[in-house]
């Protein structure tokens, strides 16, 4: 039962993370976007991660993905849709993606464990929240401390890049 | 001094410079771009007191952080071509006004200055980093701090395609360093580098395939971060629109700090030889391809900027040559001598580039058509930077190749020294492009002698510090070796 519900969903991300690629239309590429991310949450979900799963829907499906809308209906993007296809972007394209789609396959396949059922992970005590809370601001903090600078330099860069007129 | 209060301090200085630039309204805006270097230089000195003992073994940050010889050294590496980048930053100011979207004298040049600092935090934080989330994180704010620098003169096209191009194969790049790391962290169960060299030895050899595919992704992430072929194609495009303090940066401490953190990850997998000999040979190949490639793509170019950038690939055969030869044992020296070497070299050639920029409004090759009737000692300045960025004899940069090729003789990479020794003779025309466009081309049609280009006072005195030390290096190399990890 687990096993097809994975199935399911993998094949539907990688089907509608596909379309965004080659929808034409912004709008369709974005909605295919968050539908890949939807499907994204369930696989989270099918491996207990369920305050992943969530917060993958409520952050990226939800909020970034809405403000993707807006700028795309904002700037309407139109020309987009009657842009030519060419042969040797295709070509090429195309041998990048089988070339690492083999390997991918070829890895997988001389992986013996790679067909195994991984063992279950102990469980710890209290709930999902708080251990990720804990496990961040305690064992991972320094990185969230650098992850903090990051935040402040895109920030000081939108409001450069995007303000109209510099003060 | 604990070591890691280094990059505090640095953040805090470019914290309050951010708030004065915010509340400070009617000083002038250099007072920030010298602020941001007194900030620098203070952390610089501060490097010397630091005492790694100083560090709690017991806290989480000991297993993300390291202060060893390695990373202190490029720690001030990173600081001293931080320091140049924001001298330059400063003289380079008013061609940055001019495609500023503002009415307002100074508007937008704070934040320019404040950047470099937060950038600079992060690549020290590089060189320290000891597991692959600190390497992410810390590479990423790198990262971010460069799209938004390159993209920086928005009026200007050029450099906004600069940010667009560089924004999207840069996160692709991120993309794929990801990626592998997550195979490397779901095979091995581990981030950091220490834990991943304990388990690579023990690790059953069936699952070894997958830690390598890992490896590879990683590799092909950090060959983006120092320019090696194939994947330069940002490179020359980035480097021409970028402007051209950021442009020095990018060439000099980004690609620096790739390279520790290519020896660092290398240095984790080479306890297992299935590992070792892939990399080494994965390495030599793409070296071969680098030198070849950024050498003959120099030779037709027209712009200044654009051939530093096919250049700047080709130094970064040189040193994935030395980092192929890393069994030979003096490959480490050959490559931090060659960075410190490449650092003064390439400041020098690209603060002349801004000076004569600022002055005559371009920076083609045939805007130095006649500069040493002009301007003979800037003109002598760029002589010697473009001389020993070629590798000619009794300039430092002869000495840089010289290590470099020694050390790939000593691995036996005899096929590699022979690539090598071409791309240089090519590199040989190319960079006296620039010396004929100086001393043997007349002027351009409607100029005088007598426009000089101004240079300041403080970008003269960097001009000069840099050419005695390319001059002292190529005669007397020894005391960078004292200070090398």
Redesign the interface.
């Known amino acids: 039962m687990q096993l097809a519900i994975f199935w399911i969903f993998a094949f539907f991300m990688v089907f509608f993370g596909a379309l965004v690629v080659l929808l034409r239309n912004p709008v369709s590429s974005a909605m295919s976007l968050v539908l890949s991310f939807l499907f994204l949450a369930g696989l989270f979900m099918t491996l207990d991660a369920f305050f992943i799963g969530i917060i993958q829907v409520l952050v990226y499906a939800g909020a970034v993905m809405v403000l993707f809308l807006f700028i795309i209906m904002l700037l309407d993007l139109k020309s987009e849709k009657q842009r030519k296809l060419k042969v040797g972007a295709w070509l090429g394209g195309g041998a990048v993606l089988a070339g690492f789609v083999y390997?991918?396959l070829h890895?997988?396949g001389?992986?013996?464990?790679?067909e195994q059922a991984m063992p279950v992970l102990p469980g710890g005590v209290g709930s999902d929240v708080a251990r990720i809370g804990w496990v961040l601001f305690?064992?991972?903090?320094?990185?969230l401390q650098?992850?903090g600078?990051?935040l402040?330099?895109?920030t000081?860069?939108v409001v450069?890049?995007s303000?109209?007129?510099?003060? | 001094m604990n070591p890691i209060l280094l990059e505090t301090i640095l953040v805090c200085v470019g914290f309050l410079l951010l708030l004065a630039e915010a509340f400070a309204g009617g000083v002038r805006k250099s007072v920030f771009g010298y602020g941001a270097m007194v900030g620098v230089f203070g952390v610089f000195v501060l490097t010397f007191w630091i005492d790694a003992a100083a560090m709690n073994s017991e806290a989480a940050y000991s297993v993300y952080y390291s202060a060893d010889d390695l990373a202190v050294f490029f720690k001030r590496f990173v600081l001293l071509a931080t320091f140049c980048v924001l001298l330059m930053a400063v003289e380079f100011a008013p061609v940055l006004q001019k495609y500023l979207p503002s009415s307002a004298g100074g508007a937008g040049l704070g934040e320019f200055y404040c950047l470099p600092l937060f950038a600079c935090a992060g690549m020290m934080w590089l060189v320290s980093a000891t597991d692959f989330i600190m390497i992410f994180v810390s590479l990423e704010l790198v990262t971010v701090s460069f799209y938004v620098m390159v993209a920086y003169m928005r009026k200007n096209a050029l450099s906004l395609e600069a940010g667009v191009k560089y924004l999207i194969l840069g996160a692709l790049s991120t993309g794929v360093l990801v990626y592998g790391i997550a195979w490397i962290f779901g095979i091995l169960g581990t981030t950091n580098l220490v834990g991943i060299s304990q388990a690579v030895a023990v690790l059953p050899p069936e699952k070894s395939v997958g830690v390598l595919f890992g490896l590879g992704l990683v590799l092909i992430s950090l060959g983006f971060k120092v320019a090696a072929v194939p994947f330069q194609f940002w490179v020359p495009d980035v480097y021409q629109g970028a402007p051209t303090p950021v442009t020095a940066y990018l060439s000099v401490a980004s690609k620096a700090v790739g390279f520790v953190v290519l020896m660092r990850v290398m240095d984790a997998f080479f306890v297992a030889p299935y590992y070792g000999d892939r990399l080494l040979s994965t390495v030599a190949f793409l070296a071969g391809m680098t030198m070849l490639l950024g050498n003959l793509a120099a030779i037709p170019q027209t712009n200044f900027k654009r051939l530093l950038a096919y250049s700047s690939v080709a130094h970064a055969g040189y040193l994935l040559m030395a980092l192929a030869s890393v069994a030979s044992g003096g490959a480490g020296y050959a490559i931090a001598f060659y960075l410190v070497v490449y650092l003064i070299m390439t400041m020098l050639a690209f603060a002349v580039t801004i000076v004569v920029s600022k002055s005559l409004g371009g920076d083609n090759i045939s805007d130095f058509n006649g500069l040493s009737k002009r301007n003979p000692w800037l003109a002598l300045a760029m002589a010697i930077g473009v001389l020993s960025l070629a590798g000619l004899p009794f300039t430092a940069g002869f000495f840089g190749k010289f290590f470099v090729f020694v050390s790939a003789l000593d691995a036996g990479l005899y096929w590699l020294v022979g690539i090598g020794a071409f791309s240089v003779a090519c590199g040989f025309y190319y960079y006296l492009k620039v010396l004929r466009a100086m001393y043997w081309l007349p002027l351009s049609i409607g100029e005088s002698e007598n426009t000089r280009c101004s240079i300041s006072l403080p970008l003269g005195a960097l001009l000069v510090v840099l050419v005695v030390l390319t001059l002292a290096l190529g005669v007397f190399p020894s005391p960078v070796f004292a200070l090398m990890p």
């Open positions: 390997t991918i890895v997988v001389r992986m013996p464990g790679a305690e064992r991972y903090n320094m990185p650098v992850v600078v990051l402040l330099v895109a000081v860069g450069i890049l303000r109209k007129e510099l003060k």
